[in-house]
């Protein structure tokens, strides 16, 4: 079995879901997480999430010293700028991994092995998406070509170094996976100018943030309303096979939207719903209201 970690920089109070978010990934013991941020780690964390605490400045003035830049962000958001530069920045932390990979903190995880199968495995780069770098989760073989493949963008430097959140993860980056959207897969991994590492990219959309751009399974813009978790499986109240993740995007801004009101929920800040849950919770749901326990 491949061997895999996600690195995931989080600074600040963790999110009111966090215990959600925890659960998920004791259910893919077979995973490996590290988290690093400045908030304490908690008493009960699984045993497949190591924790690395550290100011943010810290871990800004760590950046610039491995990347040799001058980082000094004065918002958390600009880590997505480094997502592609994970393995680089945390080469000492992916020794011993076949595949290392970033993720959000804002989903929830299905059973991640019915999806990252040894067949998907066989691909040097997971992307959850069709046709670009998915930054809420995407994967790479630890070899050198991947651990250093943001370097052959020619601008990372004024990307990394500008203070704003430039999208290098999801933006930039695709270009040197699939350059050419309107080109069918096919050439896109074949010819040198569709594919410019040459290797064997895994583009397959997931539909794991819906309300997107991106239409549901059935070609329509009609999503769940509910989605499900139960012993490991997510599904949703339009689907019940199983999902790989749910990145609840666009219901976290309606959770943290003050004065929003939506199809009679309470939706002001600090007013959604999240029921306690620990190691030994076996479901919850989650719709707009927020996170809910079954009773």
């Not at 690093?36 to 009960?44: H, K, V």
């Not at 990145?247 to 029921?275: I, M, P, S, T």
Request: with cysteine; net charge negative; hydrophobic share 35%.
């Amino acid at each position: 079995m491949k061997k895999i970690i996600f690195i995931l920089p989080y600074f600040g109070t963790w999110p009111f879901w966090f215990d959600y978010f925890l659960l998920t990934c004791r259910h893919n013991a077979s995973i490996n997480w590290l988290i690093l941020g400045d908030s304490p780690p908690p008493a009960d964390a699984p045993q497949n999430v190591a924790f690395q605490t550290l100011s943010f400045e810290e871990y800004s003035s760590f950046v610039s010293d491995k990347l040799d830049v001058s980082f000094s962000p004065t918002r958390p958001y600009k880590l997505c700028d480094l997502k592609p530069m994970y393995g680089f920045i945390h080469e000492a932390d992916i020794v011993g991994y076949d595949f290392w990979g970033f993720c959000d903190m804002d989903v929830v995880f299905g059973e991640l092995r019915d999806f990252l199968t040894e067949d998907v495995l066989a691909h040097d780069a997971i992307f959850t998406h069709a046709r670009r770098v998915s930054g809420h989760c995407s994967l790479f073989r630890t070899e050198r070509k991947l651990i250093d493949a943001f370097q052959q963008l020619s601008d990372w430097r004024e990307l990394l170094e500008s203070p704003d959140n430039q999208r290098l993860d999801e933006r930039a980056f695709s270009k040197l996976f699939y350059r050419h959207k309107n080109w069918p897969l096919k050439m896109q991994t074949l010819l040198p100018g569709g594919n410019p590492l040459r290797i064997s990219p895994y583009f397959e959309e997931q539909h794991s943030t819906p309300g997107c751009r991106i239409p549901w399974l059935d070609g329509s813009q009609e999503f769940p309303n509910e989605w499900r978790w139960r012993e490991g499986k997510l599904t949703n109240d339009l689907e019940s096979r199983g999902f790989m993740y749910f990145h609840f995007l666009n219901w976290k801004q309606e959770f943290w939207k003050k004065g929003y009101r939506a199809e009679g929920g309470h939706l002001e800040k600090g007013e959604a719903v999240c029921d306690p849950v620990s190691p030994s919770t076996l479901e919850f749901k989650i719709n707009r209201s927020g996170f809910i326990v079954p009773n």
